[in-house]
């Protein structure tokens, strides 16, 4: 189903948030680090809609090369280049921001803003939010070995199943992209079925 989603174009505001978050696996301790037993896992989603662009497992690193993976899976995912991109304050994200929009000099067309120093100003609240819940959904394995498998899994399930409380939408839904019927079902059956070469999704509409 996540290969299917990333085939849909949603309608998003330019703004996006970022950050990363750490989860249990049973993968193994680290050697360099004893007392590691989690994987990193990133997260990219717009600020208004709530849609979550991409969930890249990184391992146990934190690097620009990490930071790059995610920028560009989300940029695949929203066809266009953000406006602007909150993050806290890794340094990795400044440079893989700047690798993957070709972001410097003259040619600076994507804002990047670090919550450092001025949370008053401009937070990185929902995303928090949203780890919590991501969270939440791996909990219930007591630790996974997967950890990519179980994040395509959230990111469709945030994305395409889960109604907010308040507006009663999915996050594809404020992007334009409705699914009729059972969601799970519709999202199964695009998924084997796939939309044709004319673009044409199959069980699902676009308001």
Not at 62 to 73: F, I, L, P
Not at 132 to 153: A, C, L, P
Not at 180 to 185: P, Q
Request: charged share 30%.
């Amino acid at each position: 189903m996540e290969k299917y989603s990333k085939t849909l174009t949603p309608k998003t505001s330019g703004v996006w948030n970022a950050d990363e978050t750490m989860v249990k696996t049973k993968r193994g301790i680290d050697k360099k680090n004893p007392n590691a037993e989690f994987d990193y896992v990133w997260n990219v989603m717009d600020k208004e809609t709530k849609f979550l662009l991409a969930s890249v497992n990184s391992g146990r690193g934190r690097s620009s090369k990490d930071a790059q993976k995610v920028m560009t899976e989300a940029y695949k995912q929203n066809v266009k280049m953000p406006n602007q991109i909150i993050t806290d304050k890794l340094g990795a994200y400044q440079d893989g921001i700047r690798k993957t929009f070709r972001n410097w000099g003259a040619e600076r067309k994507v804002k990047h803003t670090s919550i450092l120093g001025q949370r008053r100003v401009v937070n990185n609240n929902a995303i928090e939010n949203l780890h919590t819940h991501q969270k939440e959904f791996q909990k219930v394995r007591r630790g996974i070995t997967e950890v990519q498998d179980y994040s395509d899994g959230f990111k469709v399930f945030h994305n395409f199943i889960k109604k907010c409380e308040k507006d009663k939408l999915t996050p594809a839904e404020r992007c334009g992209i409705g699914l009729s019927g059972n969601r799970w079902e519709t999202m199964l059956l695009n998924s084997i079925k796939q939309p044709k070469a004319t673009g044409e999704i199959i069980m699902a509409k676009s308001t």
